[in-house]
């Protein structure tokens, strides 16, 4: 018996192309390749039409430090003096003040707290921070010592801007769709100054 391949190579050809298609559309905007061979660089900023903006931050460089400016919500250059928050891997820098709320509502808070605020600068119980160098947003995250994932703990920080202006952020993930790491997002939305 023999089968003929020729009338199936104009259908296989056409399954390509949808293929390529539709991974073409699922994938981010930027897919080029660099020189360093990493992909979809910088931080990545969506409004949610609820007041509230999603924003993921490659953070895979090990030696580059991706800055967030929440007054504008866009990525600023690394020697720029207006950013927030600072990314690094699993790292989450700040230059200014924080405070750290344990298991609150992010819909619900709408009114930042008058007192609690530390820098990164400032000491903190060992039990509340990283050995090294003690963010002010240290312990973002869980780490499982036997899948060795890093998954978002329940906080929610408000971050008070070199502008006076009030900030919520909740962590969500430090992996993307694929299962990568040093993808952080996080969601975040302005707030009303503490009374």
């Known amino acids: 018996m023999k089968i003929h ?4 190579l104009p259908l296989t050809a056409c399954l390509a192309a949808c293929l390529a298609a539709c991974l073409a559309a699922c994938l981010p905007v ?11 660089k910088g931080i990545h900023t969506a409004d949610m039409d609820d007041g509230s903006h999603i924003t993921v931050v490659d953070a895979r460089d090990e030696t580059t430090w991706q800055r967030l400016d929440l007054e504008s919500g866009a990525e600023v250059a690394e020697d720029s003096p207006a950013w ?3 990314f690094l891997r699993f ?7 924080v405070a750290a709320l344990a298991g609150a509502d992010f819909d619900a808070l709408t009114v930042a707290p008058a ?6 600068a400032e000491s903190s119980d ?6 090294m160098p003690g963010y002010a947003f240290d312990l973002w995250y869980a780490y499982d010592p036997e899948t060795h994932v890093l998954s978002a703990r ?11 202006h009030y900030f919520k952020v909740q962590m969500q993930d430090y992996y993307d769709d694929a299962g990568t790491s040093g993808y952080v997002s996080l969601r975040w939305a302005p707030i009303a100054p503490p009374v």
């Open 84 to 86: 927030d928050l600072g």
């Open 115 to 120: 007192d609690g605020y530390r820098s990164d």
């Open 5 to 8: 391949l020729t009338p199936l």
């Open 91 to 97: 790292n989450v820098a700040t230059r200014v003040d």
């Open 154 to 164: 329940d906080v929610v920080f408000v971050v008070r801007s070199a502008e006076d």
């Open 30 to 40: 930027d897919t080029t390749d660099d020189d360093d061979g990493m992909i979809d």
């Open 126 to 131: 060992p039990a509340d921070r990283e050995t």
